[in-house]
């Protein structure tokens, strides 16, 4: 472990990411548009839309504080079911309403809620629509989407413009134009709009964070992060997938369809939005190799993705710049043979940390000055044990219980209800939500001029110079369920 005390170390570099943008002269959008390489043309969609009178920043805007947090669920397949439970064991939650297309399926979820003690759940299902019958009721403060992804644009923006707080599924919408829509209409309606990136509330990927903004890293330079999951046997399920939607987005589009799982705690420790933005984004695609390769060996001629064509590429990589000069590589495969990971990455001027390449339990490694010397990696427990996230100190032992995803869907959902209970700023908004889903469509672009820059929308319209904690949030109770 530290060969000096830790407290010298956050001495001597504590604070400096913090006062980096502004001592860096970084003063506004204009200026550090100008002290960077960002190309003068903006990509379509890139330039930020007027906003319209009345309209203003979701930035800091703390939820009302509520008594109780009253969920409606839409979409109730495998991830729906499983949060929708997780949602009900929150101390201060209570699920009153949920929706799915398949009627049997809100049925199913409402009997499991009253046989666990919770109070019956209104169902609503039976048609494409039903949700928006659901999104009247009036005992709703968060509606949870959990649907295929071609519904989260129009499910979404239907959830704030019926007066409810929203956290959506990866990503939010897949076009810039609906993303720009989502911030404004979360900008107009007062509501909080906010990705369900649970990974960002990973304990690895918090104390990542934590060790960045003490300084662990000096500065950081660049990091590293995806969603490299091997999916194929899923997607040709016939019973994961509903209707195979997840296999159909690859006969659509050349797409990093899913990287936020990688990105987002990468740019969480970046202050992106909150001391430094996204500028450009080039991708890169592999051919589409694997899906049509696994088809051949294990699925039968007879089934119905024989007659499909699959066009996005197996590896979809992003490099995107950042107007403080650092970088990020964003990456998402799920049709390659290969073992999980989420990359989980980040490196600065005094060292680096890497997730899912350790030999020890917490799966990471690391290498910091002056700590370490001698070119080998060392096991990261000793340094989770000291910036383990406050989170994880207060709710670890009920997330593993309770929740999926190794705890991280319980913190999530945790820390929502706390957020909207007490009162506080959300610690993923709008703007992060945006930026994090915007190498969805961004992706398509530049693969389109043949991986050439393109544009990263600024979606807090020049505010993202502004320090702001986020996910790095302080330690504060639950209020009591009375
Ligand atoms: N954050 C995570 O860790 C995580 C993990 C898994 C899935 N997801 C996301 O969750 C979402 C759902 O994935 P899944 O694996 O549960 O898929 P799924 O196919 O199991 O479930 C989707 C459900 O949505 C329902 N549905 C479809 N159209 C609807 C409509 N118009 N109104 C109401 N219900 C509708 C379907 O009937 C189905 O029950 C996706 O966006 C996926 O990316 C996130």
Redesign the pocket.
Known sequence: MPDIPAVSRRLLLGGTLATGAVAAGLGSATGAAAATSEAPSPADGAAAPSRRSGQKSMINVPFEPHRTVRVGV???????SGMTTGWSVVPGALVTAV????AD?AKRSADGLAAAGKPRPAEYGGS?D??AKMLRRDDIDLVYI????E??YEQGRAALLSGKHVVV??PIATELHELWDLVDTSERTRRNLML?E?CSYGRNELAMLKMAHEGLFGEVTNGHGGYLHDLRELLFSDT???DA?RRRWHTRSTASF?AMHGLAPVAAAMDINRGDRMTTLKATATAPKGLADYRERFVPKSHPSWRETYINGDLVSCAIETARGRTIRAEHDVSSPRPYSRINSLAGSRGIFEDYAGTSATGGRIYVEPDHSGHSWRDFDTYLKEFDHWLWKKIGDDAASNGG?GGMDYVLQWRTVQLMRAGLVPDIDVYDSASWCAPVPLSVMSLKKKGRPVDVPDFTRGSWVNLRSGLDSRSTDMPPVS
């Open positions: 839409i979409g109730l397949g495998n991830r729906g929706c799915d297309i398949r399926r494409e039903a949700y959990a649907t295929p992804w519904f989260h599924e990866l369900s649970n994961y997938y509903t939607w899913y995803h």
